[in-house]
């Protein structure tokens, strides 16, 4: 059983910047994959960024060279630093993780990007 407590979002202004946090309850490196999903009003649940544990990671065409997700090992936390936010990047940002062939999710925090 995996727990991932995510926080750090928050209202930002168009061009600005947040970072996302998730904590896992396990060892990191015993996740196959970590990941950031988003969800606006009126849409499907959508991949943002994941990492997988070997290293490599993988992005939405829609965030590439904007957001960047990282891990830190000893503090079993995934982060996504998101940069130059946008109105379209308002949702609900969701942590995920894959282990074995358990899926695990966070609570949800809310990302609010103003114009």
């Known amino acids: 059983q995996v727990q991932l407590v995510e926080s750090g979002g928050g209202l930002v202004q168009a061009g600005g910047s947040l970072r996302l946090s998730c904590a896992t309850s396990?060892?990191?490196?015993?996740?196959?994959?970590m990941g950031w999903y988003r969800q606006a009003p009126g849409k499907q649940r959508e991949l943002v960024a994941a990492i997988i544990r070997g290293g490599s990671t993988n992005y939405a065409d829609s965030v590439k060279g904007r957001f960047t997700i990282s891990r830190d090992n000893a503090r079993n936390t995934v982060y996504l630093q998101m940069n130059s936010l946008e109105s379209e990047d308002t949702a609900v940002y969701y942590c995920?993780?894959?282990?074995?062939?358990?899926?695990?999710w966070g609570q949800g925090t809310q990302v609010t990007v103003s114009s």
């Open positions: 396990g060892s990191i490196l015993s996740i196959n994959v």
């Open positions: 995920y993780a894959l282990w074995g062939i358990h899926q695990y």
